[in-house]
């Protein structure tokens, strides 16, 4: 059973980011109530439930298994924890951050944007993220033999830097994006390794099927997904959760790399301080391995090793 987050658990997270994760995982009627709170929340906020079901083209029922299904107890509930998150991104919106990307806007505009969603799907990602699923993870990884991670396409670069963080800190990592070497290394590993497998939708067959394998094998598998109801998170025994939109000119896979490597990050640090003094000791010796290859002094200032004869 993966240690995702039940729809109860992430309830502190804003209403929108816990629908868009849920979405795929919804009946369809349910879905058609997702897209009108979706497309305008504000507006949402202030309407009947009668109005609403309208609007989606079902029933009051439909709607009220809906707030249910995303961890609401009813539509009063949504309505009211729908207030609040619009007030709070309300001063973005003034400021036209909040909205897509136009193909009319200028480099100024879309830099405010880009930045804008960014910092967004970061702050949401730490908001909705597991802390519990994260210590097990982190727990996990820090004892395991070895860490194979996969990923496809836009996910194969976070992987790389997953794979890469770790082996700054002399834990044995690898990462691998081709279908036959990711399912030749689930293959071989055992009970006391650890599959990492990353795919913004969870439906990204290759990784999948190394995380199935990898977890018939006896070792540990862990997904990274923007949907918690995915396909991944079924060969999973720890799912971690991003929270990243799609936009105009970005795909969900390519706003979801900010978010993803947010959770990298916090992944490394904790592994990082399960083994603090060989962690600190190879983060040096890797940074002076290299160090002959940077031009001029460190920029913390310090003398390189071959300069003070270490």
């Known amino acids: 059973m993966a240690s995702a987050k039940s729809v109860s658990e992430i309830s502190e997270a804003s209403p929108l980011v816990r629908i868009r994760s849920l979405l795929p995982g919804l009946a369809r009627a349910e879905q058609r109530v997702a897209k009108v709170v979706l497309d305008n929340p504000q507006v949402v906020a202030h309407r009947s439930i009668t109005e609403v079901a309208e609007a989606a083209g079902t029933s009051e029922t439909t709607v009220t298994r809906f707030c249910k299904a995303i961890g609401v107890g009813g539509y009063p509930e949504l309505r009211i924890a729908l207030a609040a998150d619009t007030a709070r991104t309300a001063a973005r919106i003034d400021r036209d951050l909040g909205s897509d990307i136009a193909p009319t806007d200028d480099l100024s505009q879309v830099v405010g944007k880009v930045a804008f969603a960014d910092a967004r799907a970061v702050e949401e990602t730490a908001e909705q993220l ?6 097990a993870v982190v727990d996990a990884v820090a004892s395991a033999g070895r860490v194979d991670v996969y990923g496809v396409g836009a996910s194969a670069f976070v992987a790389a830097d997953l794979q890469q963080k770790l082996h700054r800190i002399a834990r044995v990592s690898f990462a691998w994006s081709d279908t036959h070497i990711m399912l030749t290394s689930a293959a071989v590993l055992t009970e006391g390794d650890v599959a990492f497998g990353i795919s913004h939708t969870g439906a990204t067959a290759d990784t999948v099927e190394a995380l199935r394998v ?24 720890h799912v971690l959760t991003t929270a990243a939109r799609e936009t105009t000119f970005r795909s969900g896979a390519m706003a979801s790399r900010i978010a993803q490597l947010t959770v990298i990050d916090c992944l490394f640090i904790g592994v990082a301080q399960k083994h603090l003094d060989s962690a600190r000791n190879a983060l040096e010796s890797t940074y002076e391995a290299v160090g002959g290859h940077r031009l001029g002094p460190r920029p913390d200032g310090r003398r390189k090793a071959r300069e003070t004869g270490k």
């Open 214 to 237: 990898a977890r018939e094998r006896g070792a540990t598998t862990v997904a990274l997904t923007n949907f918690p109801r995915s396909p991944i998170s079924e060969v999973a025994d």
């Open 130 to 135: 597991d802390i519990a699923t994260l210590n």
